[in-house]
């Protein structure tokens, strides 16, 4: 064979990488480790990988922000449209700026202070702005640094407190006034959400007291929004026109399917960064494997519900209800996010199902206590959040009914407690509710003053 330049091309590059591969090995023999020692990029190979799987978790949750942005875009009525766009573009971009300046302190103290940080492992964080560290570090400060980048900590972090508030604005869709949500987004993003988080994830007295086990979050994120969109809900009512004296349901249909069906792949997509960079580690072949099985779970968690609202909505009402299949796989998700890891793919596709059978039974009872929940965000996120924290026990053997039920209680309680002050005290000096006139006619009007859909707007 004749050798051409491209061919001493390749061979050299395959030598090349046959060279470096030992400094990537994590349990390598020791002349390839003592050669690691010198390498730059092996030398810190667990604090680079564990950084990367935070930054692609992250960006992955991010796109969960469009996921509810298409999802409660679909879910609305045409006139209500842009009301929901731009509450989603704001919430996110609130939740940023008081994760910052308040949130990620409280959630993970690293100030000069806390309440209870002892034995009881604390019960409110420190308070203080969010640092970074210095540009460009040194490899010489390795000693110094944690298992990852701060900025790759505070980012991926970041995104769970979005998601909680977004959580929020589709339930309260068609009648709430934008200022007074985005007020209430403020207090949830810098300091409800961080405060609870902390008991659990920052090390603070449900974990260390109660053993509570939530890996990416059923309870510390979906069913925290849950409480608060449920708390508002019974505070804000009902949209005008959706019970009727006598107690029957008037269908208020969505204005898009397609987005809404847009959104939930959009959703599904995102959470394999939900679940599976929380893991928090890449640095070895079991981190990976891992993050590989909490993707595989996670999947099958989604496929359950979806197809368990698909089959069981046939079986209830003759027909298909596309509204009930998307939310049907979002409560599939949401039910395997507080174990995503230890269930075999069965169980993972069990769990999901179940959370695909509470939606489908859970929104006609809300409507029976004539609570109206426009997208469906309550029996997906609050009820099935519940049932995944439930759930853990079933496939993960550290965990207890005690440590899980009692968050879900104390969770719940602080919630309902601090969403229901908040609420009232908007409502008093704002008001929480557009008027009737300004319902009727549309948010998109009367709000937003850009109509989604201005050459066609039905009610």
Same mark, same amino acid.
């Given at each position: 064979?004749?050798?051409?330049?491209?061919?001493?091309?390749?061979?050299?590059?395959?030598?090349l990488?046959?060279?470096?591969?030992?400094?990537?090995?994590? +349990?390598?023999?020791?002349?390839?480790?003592e050669?690691?020692?010198?390498?730059?990029?092996?030398?810190?190979?667990?604090?680079?990988?564990?950084?990367?799987?935070f930054?692609?978790?992250?960006?992955?949750?991010?796109?969960?922000?469009a $996921?509810f942005?298409?999802?409660?875009?679909?879910?609305?009525r045409?006139?209500?449209?842009?009301m929901?766009?731009?509450?989603?573009?704001?919430?996110?971009?609130?939740a940023?700026?008081?994760?910052?300046?308040i949130?990620?302190?409280?959630?993970?103290?690293?100030?000069?202070?806390t309440? $209870?940080a002892?034995e009881?492992g604390?019960?409110?964080?420190?308070?203080g702005?969010?640092?970074?560290?210095?540009?460009?570090?040194?490899?010489e400060?390795a000693?110094?640094?944690?298992?990852a980048?701060?900025?790759?900590?505070?980012?991926?972090?970041?995104?769970?407190?979005?998601?909680?508030?977004?959580i929020?604005?589709?339930?309260?869709?068609?009648?709430i006034?934008?200022?007074?949500?985005?007020?209430?987004?403020?207090?949830?993003?810098a300091?409800?959400?961080?405060?609870?988080a902390?008991?659990?994830?920052?090390?603070?007295?449900?974990d260390?007291?109660?053993?509570?086990?939530?890996f990416?979050?059923?309870?510390v994120?979906?069913?925290? $929004?849950?409480?608060?969109?449920?708390?508002?809900?019974?505070?804000?009512?009902?949209?005008?026109?959706?019970?009727?004296?006598?107690?029957?349901v008037?269908?208020?249909?969505?204005?898009?399917m397609p987005?809404?069906?847009?959104?939930?792949f959009?959703?599904?997509?995102?959470?394999?960064?939900f679940?599976?960079?929380?893991?928090?580690?890449?640095?070895?072949v079991?981190?990976v494997?891992?993050?590989?099985?909490?993707?595989?779970n996670?999947?099958?968690?989604?496929?359950?519900?979806?197809v368990?609202a698909?089959?069981?909505?046939?079986?209830l009402?003759?027909?298909?209800?596309?509204?009930?299949?998307?939310? $049907?796989?979002?409560?599939?998700?949401?039910?395997?996010?507080?174990?995503?890891?230890?269930?075999?793919?069965?169980?993972?596709?069990l769990?999901?199902?179940?959370?695909g059978?509470?939606?489908?039974?859970?929104?006609?009872?809300?409507?029976?206590?004539?609570?109206?929940?426009?997208v469906?965000?309550i029996?997906?996120?609050?009820?099935a959040?519940?049932?995944?924290t439930?759930?853990?026990?079933?496939?993960n053997s550290?965990?207890t009914?005690?440590?899980?039920l009692?968050?879900?209680?104390i969770?719940?309680?602080?919630?309902?407690?601090?969403?229901?002050?908040?609420?009232f005290?908007?409502?008093?000096?704002?008001?929480?509710?557009?008027? +009737? +006139?300004?319902?009727?006619?549309?948010?998109?009007?009367a709000?937003?003053?850009?109509?989604?859909?201005?050459?066609?707007?039905?009610?």
């Open positions: 064979m004749e050798f051409k330049p491209k061919h001493i091309a390749g061979l050299a590059a395959c030598t990488l046959a060279a470096t591969l030992p400094a990537f090995a994590q +349990e390598a023999a020791e002349p390839a480790a050669a690691a020692t010198t390498a730059p990029v092996g030398e810190h190979v667990v604090f680079i990988f564990n950084s990367l799987l930054l692609i978790g992250g960006f992955l949750v991010f796109w969960m922000a $996921g942005a298409m999802l409660e875009a679909g879910l609305v045409s006139k209500n449209v842009s929901q766009l731009t509450k989603n573009v704001a919430l996110f971009s609130i940023a700026i008081m994760y910052y300046l949130g990620y302190n409280l959630m993970y103290p690293l100030g000069s202070w309440i $209870g002892d009881t604390g019960y409110l964080g420190a308070f702005v969010a640092v970074l560290e210095a540009v460009g570090v040194a490899p400060a000693d110094d640094l944690s298992y980048s701060t900025g790759s900590d505070f980012f991926f972090q970041l995104m769970f407190c979005a998601t909680t508030a977004s929020v604005s589709g339930t309260l869709a068609e009648r006034k934008l200022w007074p949500f985005l007020i209430f987004t403020v207090v949830l993003t300091i409800l959400y961080p405060i609870q902390s008991w659990k994830w920052g090390g603070g007295f449900l260390t007291q109660f053993g509570f086990l939530d990416a979050g059923s309870t994120v979906h069913s925290v $929004g849950g409480w608060a969109a449920l708390t508002g809900a019974l505070i804000l009512g009902a949209r005008k026109g959706k019970y009727d004296p006598s107690g029957a008037m269908p208020m249909p969505g204005s898009n987005l809404a069906t847009l959104g939930t959009i959703l599904w997509l995102g959470w394999f960064g679940n599976g960079a929380s893991q928090l580690a890449m640095g070895s079991g981190d494997a891992d993050v590989s099985r909490i993707f595989a996670t999947n099958m968690g989604a496929a359950g519900g979806a368990a698909l089959a069981l909505t046939q079986i009402y003759k027909k298909v209800d596309i509204t009930m299949v998307l939310n $049907g796989a979002l409560a599939g998700l949401v039910s395997i996010t507080a174990e995503p890891l230890t269930p075999t793919l069965g169980a993972a596709t769990i999901g199902a179940v959370g059978v509470i939606v489908v039974f859970a929104v006609p009872f809300l409507d029976k206590l004539k609570i109206d929940d426009v469906g965000a029996p997906v996120h609050l009820f959040g519940i049932w995944g439930i759930a853990v026990l079933f496939t550290d965990a009914l005690t440590g899980q009692s968050a879900i209680v969770v719940g309680i602080f919630m309902v407690v601090t969403s229901a002050v908040v609420w005290i908007l409502n008093a000096v704002l008001g929480l509710r557009c008027s +009737e +006139e300004e319902e009727m006619l549309g948010l998109d009007k709000e937003i003053g850009v109509e989604a859909y201005p050459e066609f707007v039905r009610g």
